[in-house]
């Protein structure tokens, strides 16, 4: 199983972007679904996350800015960014927590790097 990320890049404070990531390989199922960051000397941080129905949460710091959905056809999550601002700035991690050979489990992509500039 293997999760491809993409969508990263510069954009300027105030822009938007929309990082997309596929899930392929041989798997039963999804669960949850979502998007972790990490910035330079900070831990990572959960942003957002969609449930298997379609429940959503996100990190406070970007409430009414970011929307991740899922189109669980192509087993695709994707997080529309607006409004960024260079706090974001930060390598963005998707995930999925999904059945592969019958065992649950945690898989991550590789990362795509957002930087937004003031």
């Known amino acids: 199983v293997q999760l491809q990320a993409s969508g990263g890049g510069l954009v300027q404070a105030g822009g938007s972007l929309r990082l997309s990531c596929a899930a392929s390989g041989r798997f039963i199922s999804t669960r949850a679904m979502g998007w972790y960051r990490q910035a330079p000397g900070k831990q990572r941080e959960l942003v957002a996350v969609m449930g298997s129905g379609d429940s959503t949460d996100y990190v406070d710091s970007v409430k009414g800015r970011f929307t991740i959905s899922r189109d669980n056809a192509k087993s695709t999550v994707l997080l529309q960014m607006n409004s960024l601002k260079p706090e974001d700035t930060a390598v963005y991690y998707c995930?999925?927590?999904?059945?592969?050979?019958?065992?649950?489990?945690?898989?991550w992509g590789q990362g795509t790097l957002v930087t937004v500039s003031s």
């Open positions: 995930y999925a927590n999904l059945n592969a050979r019958g065992y649950w489990g945690n898989y």
